[in-house]
């Protein structure tokens, strides 16, 4: 199946990995295609910003040509929850406004991000957008988000709330809608969690893989040869500290290619790898444009 | 002795704190190594290390033990002990349920979100085996690595979220004998009291209402003696024997997450004793100003280094040389922001290795960065 044409893309990573600049750029890279997509955070909203546009709280706004964004948040999404069950807008409110129902839904487990991962799968079954991107939660946390319906399919007992987990669930392994996106940087800690994460994602939960995503990849650049000149020793400070920094990219060189053949020889799925950019200040639609002609050109 | 190091270990605990994925682990086991070559009998408590930092700790699994990791240099003790928060529950569930409510709490389903989803419910137990381990006066410093902290708040205000589910008047004492009882609809809540419960139960069903219903009411017991014991947990760690150790990388959404934690930890009255930024990308070339590729080429001719190579070999120190510098430069703004913000904090930068650090060498040349004296 095309990575192109999958409808869910569930962006994951452990923490600091580039998820949600990684999340953008395929979103660029989609509406270039020539879909319509919709790209969504979790409880912070940053892709916006990522794109050079304003973010409107946590309505679905316009952020590109063919990109809209939304952040989920708990209250929002369960208020929205509550009136499709309920049909009436006085009792949602006075439901949700009451102080011990809403400490009580607190109690709940996992229902935040249940309503939550509901609404965005609405969004998924509605056809309003081709392709819908979920920056999801870092690694623990974005498993317990995306195992949530299972969880409560297996814990809770039939009723509404077990009803909404199971057509969740169906579309969720659905190898046809959706693939789960690996982030991962060249680094032992990225790694591991990444095939910790590939295999649980693929085994027990039974969530469709998509590709790996290799961020900050730094491509060798001096030749051994090259290094070992460099390791002479100069009187010349500035070429003292440029021997240093050629010394310390290809040693990164050298475990993004140790890295990169690890996860090979480990996952077999398309591996891209995205370059370490170097702003000098912080990402924005630049950077993103960058990462997604990559994309595309690995696609 | 470092500002730092003779103002840490003159506490007993020391708690680091921050986002996932800055290297909390590597600074609190790096904080231990560094009590124990002073002098000290220390452990660190971790969550969950990398596996090849657990094995240079001599850590092979989870499992509450202490384990000596052995260091022949040193005066002191370095103990590690990797948390197994669901036991810590369990048998803090031991400590204090009622014998005979206690299998019933354990199999519950809502125990689990009490144990493991509940917001700041990990960083509660984690605290709670500190004060415990604290109580044993086995060690003199005990360092904690805290589990990754979506939100700040979530770490302190973890014990009033775990006592309103423990002790939610209403829930616990009216509605849920009531539902347990199958009596639906009394009059528990003043007005429209029956729409609302089955308002609920529309929104979840009438077993889980029910089931959650039994669960707090055979937690109930327990609401005391947590609330006790949170207490003293609080107390000791703002009290002067603790301090907390603020680690973040210098990229733009930790730092930004390092100085809403910060805010937290100052208003609840807690003792920060620095911020640490941690992998930050150094500058080689210090204050000299970025060379041309022409300058570089001269210089490489002048101390007889071939400029040869496509591009030549000039030009690609130059970019390597631009590329460390915008790093750096962006972590240098990024840090200045962070520093203004949790002034009079101190701060103190480790910088980022090529390599990764999972030994106790790498733990030692973190050390050397995180306890020098200038």
Redesign the interface.
């Known amino acids: 199946m095309p990575q192109l044409w999958r409808r869910l893309h569930v962006v994951t990573g ?4 580039g998820k949600t600049t990684v999340s953008a750029a395929l979103a660029l890279h989609l509406a270039r295609a020539g879909r319509r997509v919709l790209v969504a955070e979790v ?1 912070v909203q ?1 892709i916006p910003r990522l794109l050079g546009a304003q973010g409107r709280g946590y309505e679905i706004a316009r952020v590109a040509e063919r990109v809209d964004a939304i952040a989920l948040e708990p209250r929002e999404a369960m208020r929205e ?2 009136r499709m ?2 049909h009436s807008k006085l ?1 949602v409110r ?2 949700l406004e ?1 102080r ?2 809403s ?9 935040p991000e249940l309503v939550m991962l509901g609404k965005l799968l609405h969004c998924v079954r509605t056809g309003e957008w081709d392709s819908v991107i979920l920056d999801a ?2 690694t ?2 974005g498993l ?1 988000f995306l195992g949530v319906p299972r969880a409560l399919r297996d ?8 009803s909404e987990a199971d057509w969740m669930q169906a579309l969720l392994v659905d190898p046809a809608a959706t693939a789960i996106e690996l982030v991962t940087l060249p ?4 790694v ?1 969690e990444t095939l910790e994460l590939a295999e649980k994602a693929g085994g027990e939960l039974e969530l469709p893989l998509g590709r790996v995503l290799l961020n900050r990849h730094v491509p060798p ?3 051994d040869e ?1 290094i070992s ?2 390791e ?1 020793g ?16 290809e ?2 060189a050298r ?1 993004c290619r140790h890295y990169e053949e690890r996860l090979r020889a480990s996952l077999p799925l398309p591996l891209v790898t995205l370059p ?1 950019l ?5 990402f924005g639609r630049a950077e993103v444009e960058a990462l997604a002609e990559r994309i595309e050109a690995a696609a | 002795m470092s500002a730092l190091s003779s103002k840490l270990f003159a506490r007993e605990l020391i708690v680091c704190v921050g986002a996932g994925g800055v290297g909390k682990t590597t600074v609190a086991a790096t904080v231990a190594l560094q009590a124990a070559l002073l002098g000290k009998r220390a452990i660190v408590l971790t969550i969950d290390p990398a596996r090849r930092l657990a094995n240079a700790l001599g850590l092979q699994q989870l499992g509450n033990r202490a384990t000596r990791v052995e260091l022949p240099d040193a005066r002191g003790e370095l103990w590690a002990m990797m948390l197994d928060l669901k036991r810590s529950w369990d048998e803090f569930i031991d400590r204090t349920a009622p014998p005979e409510r206690r299998d019933a709490i354990l199999q519950n389903r809502f125990y689990r979100t009490l144990s493991s989803t509940l917001a700041g419910s990990q960083e509660y137990i984690a605290t709670e085996k500190l004060y415990e381990l604290h109580a044993s006066r086995q060690w003199e410093v005990l360092v904690l690595d805290t589990p990754p902290t979506q939100n700040a708040l979530d770490f302190l205000d973890a014990p009033r979220r775990i006592l309103d589910f423990l002790g939610n008047e209403p829930l616990g004492r009216l509605i849920a004998p009531a539902l347990v009882a199958g009596r639906f609809g009394l009059r528990l809540f003043q007005k429209g009291g029956k729409a609302i419960l089955e308002g609920v139960s529309r929104l979840t069903g009438v077993e889980t209402l029910e089931e959650l219903a039994r669960f707090l009411v055979e937690v109930q017991p327990t609401y005391d003696a947590f609330k006790e014991r949170a207490a003293k947990v609080r107390d000791l760690l703002a009290s002067d024997r603790a301090a907390f150790l603020l680690v973040t990388t210098a990229h733009g959404t930790p730092v930004e997450e390092a100085i809403a934690f910060h805010r937290v930890l100052i208003e609840a009255g807690m003792d920060v004793a620095a911020v640490v930024a941690n992998r930050v990308h150094p500058d080689h070339l210090g204050a000299l100003p970025l060379p041309s590729p022409e300058e570089l080429a001269d210089e490489l001719v002048r101390e007889g280094v071939a400029d040869s190579g496509l591009p030549p070999l000039s030009e690609r120190l130059a970019q390597t040389l631009g590329e460390m510098r915008a790093l750096a430069a962006l972590d240098a703004r990024n840090l200045e922001r962070l520093a203004a913000s949790v002034h009079p904090t101190p701060q103190v930068r480790v910088p980022r290795f090529p390599t990764d650090v999972y030994d106790l060498a790498a733990l030692r040349m973190v050390a050397g960065h995180l306890f020098s004296r200038s």
């Open positions: 452990k923490g600091g990995v409880r940053q929850y509550a069950r309920l009792l006075s439901l009451n011990l129902v400490a009580f839904l607190g109690f709940i487990p996992s229902l939660p870092a623990g946390h317990t814990t809770i007992p039939p009723g509404a709330l077990r680094e032992e800690l990225a591991n650049r001096f030749s090259e000149r460099l002479a100069f009187a010349s400070e500035r070429l003292e500290a440029a021997a240093r920094a050629a010394r310390e990219h040693l990164r475990l370490m170097h702003p000098g200040r912080s």
